[in-house]
């Protein structure tokens, strides 16, 4: 749970932060912008191979009721969520080395590079790791649609027990090991 929030805020961040420094004028600010934006996204790389170690040693609580296609779609948005936080920010890090800004974490650790300055790459990353992040943003989209509607049109609880706090006073649906 505390993966998921944290994870959800700072994509959010990052897709913000994103689509906001690439339309700014060649600056100290929009300089910064992009090294923050760089270091968000290791962390979110870093964070989602914890989360992802952590998702396939411990078993979820089980899903409350509803269609067997709704299931499917649920665990193929999973996959695919799973499959865009690992692509957007491998592609924006392979982008970032082929264009010659090779990653300085926080400004201490540098971070090797994948390939090495290639300017015809960097021309072709540079729209996958921009058509990946929107297509994560679409994901989302539809993760937090689905979200609201059990919560507000099934009223299934579903929602509510990915609040830490009221997770097991008010959650209808009992994860198998409480
Ligand atoms: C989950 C993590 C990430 C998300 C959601 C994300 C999202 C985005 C978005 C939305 C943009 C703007 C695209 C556009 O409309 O032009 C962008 C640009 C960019 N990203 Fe990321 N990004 C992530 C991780 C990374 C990482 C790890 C790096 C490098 C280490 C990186 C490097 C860049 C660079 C250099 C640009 C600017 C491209 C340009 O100059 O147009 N990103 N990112």
């Known amino acids: 749970m505390a993966l998921h929030w944290l994870l959800a805020l700072m994509i959010l961040g990052a897709l913000g932060v994103g689509l906001y420094m690439t339309g700014l004028p060649f600056s100290p600010a929009r300089l910064k912008l992009y090294n ?10 870093a964070l989602s191979a914890l989360r992802l170690l952590w998702r396939l ?7 409350p009721p509803m269609p067997a ?21 491998l592609a924006g890090w392979a982008y970032s080395s082929a264009a010659g800004f090779p990653v300085v974490l926080f400004g201490v650790l540098p971070l090797p590079d994948f390939v090495g300055p290639d300017r015809a790459l960097s021309e072709t990353l540079k729209p996958v790791h921009q058509w990946l992040a929107y297509g994560l943003a679409a994901v989302i989209a539809l993760h937090v649609a689905a979200a609201l509607k059990h919560h507000f049109v099934d009223r299934d609880g579903l929602l509510l027990r990915m609040m830490p706090a009221r997770r097991r006073a008010e959650s209808p649906v009992q994860p198998i090991r409480s």
């Open 57 to 63: 040693t411990h078993r979820p609580p089980a899903a």
């Open 36 to 45: 923050w934006h760089k270091w968000a996204g290791v962390t979110i790389l």
């Open 69 to 89: 296609w709704q299931q499917r779609a649920a665990h193929g948005a999973h996959v695919a969520l799973y499959v865009f936080f690992f692509a957007v920010p």
